[in-house]
């Protein structure tokens, strides 16, 4: 992921924001702190009010926030089914133990890919406090979805719509529409099929189950 100037991080582009929605709303109606020209404006700042996204965004956003507080982003929840599946019940306990102490830290808020790269690449505005609808995958996707996640698995056509339907059902993730869907299908489908029987009864994809 491409290395952002310290100044980038915070530069908030006039000119680009006056075109964004949320230009129309004072910086204190989501961020909090003080309407004052001085230092004191950043007592009680909140610097990412989507951390929070019932309270946050809900007013304006009341079909949208409360999906997003359940969603996986938020919830991280493909994390304890992959690793769930790699492990034993006895130890599920152990590895939550272990997952806050590090994957709890990587929840992702809308903000986090929306507004700005994630943490836990360093962050930074993506386009001038802008709001971007569709993230540029190079600066915010990559930061946690690096592409070994994908290409690692392998499986049939119908596996890897079997995962989709998982990701909606169990992950909140929004339906592809039809012509979304075969496009990535046939894509997955050819470029990453079911790998070749190995040892022990061969390779199971977890995610597939």
Not at 35 to 53: K, N, Q, T, W, Y
Not at 133 to 143: G, I, L, N, R, V
Not at 153 to 170: A, E, F, H, P
Request: proline letters at 8%; aromatic letters at 6%; one cysteine or more.
């Amino acid at each position: 992921m491409p290395p952002v100037e310290a100044w980038v991080k915070v530069w908030i582009d006039e000119e680009v924001y006056a075109t964004d929605v949320h230009a129309s709303l004072a910086c204190t109606a989501c961020h909090g702190g003080q309407a004052v020209r001085s230092m004191s404006a950043h007592e009680g700042l909140i610097a990412d009010p989507s951390a929070d996204p019932e309270t946050g965004c809900g007013t304006c956003h009341p079909n949208i926030a409360p999906d997003a507080a359940d969603s996986l982003h938020a919830t991280l929840r493909g994390y304890d089914t992959a690793l769930y599946e790699r492990s034993i019940p006895e130890n599920h306990d152990t590895l939550e133990f272990m997952e806050s102490y590090h994957c709890d830290q990587c929840h992702a808020t809308c903000g986090d890919c929306h507004i700005a790269q994630p943490d836990s690449v360093g962050g930074g505005l993506l386009e001038g406090h802008a709001f971007v609808a569709e993230p540029p995958m190079s600066q915010t996707c990559t930061a946690c979805h690096g592409f070994k996640l994908v290409a690692q698995q392998g499986m049939t056509r119908v596996q890897w719509d079997d995962s989709i339907n998982l990701m909606i059902r169990r992950h909140n993730m929004p339906p592809p529409d039809d012509k979304e869907r075969a496009v990535v299908l046939n894509s997955l489908g050819a470029t990453y099929p079911p790998r070749a029987p190995a040892a022990r009864g061969g390779w199971q994809n977890p995610f597939a189950k």
